[in-house]
Nanobody, 116 residues
Framework: QVHLVESGGGLVQPGGSLRLSCAAS????????MSWYRQAPGKERELVAT????????NYADSMKGRFTISRDNAKNTVYLQMTSLKPEDTAVYYC?????????WGQGTQVTVSS
């Protein structure tokens, strides 16, 4: 059974930083493209960043470029999202996603709140 468990969320002041982690189990981690999505209250879920299985290719939503960095450690079956220069509009539940062809898995999410 596949499990994706996010951690690292919390309350941070504007301009602050957080690092989210997503620990995966039950899958051949390096074969999966890993992504972070987020969903703010009243809004649709949106892609934040994505990284290839071997970690050589990554892409970001325009509003996150230069502030967020996605990375992965295949030895630890973990994907990370380093977030800097956080803004109140970054407040959302952040979800980890693993995809390989028709296989698509989601974590439960971790809340990030940016507020003074």
């Amino acid at each position: 059974q596949v499990h994706l468990v996010e951690s690292g969320g919390g309350l941070v002041q504007p301009g602050g930083s957080l690092r989210l982690s997503c620990a995966a189990s039950g899958l051949t981690f390096s074969r999966y493209r890993m992504s972070w999505y987020r969903q703010a209250p009243g809004k649709e879920r949106e892609l934040v960043a994505t990284i290839s299985g071997v970690g050589t290719s990554s892409n970001y939503a325009d509003s996150m470029k230069g502030r967020f960095t996605i990375s992965r450690d295949n030895a630890k079956n973990t994907v990370y999202l380093q977030m800097t220069s956080l803004k109140p509009e970054d407040t959302a539940v952040y979800y980890c996603n693993a995809i390989l062809s028709v296989l698509n898995y989601w974590g439960q999410g971790t809340q990030v709140t940016v507020s003074s």
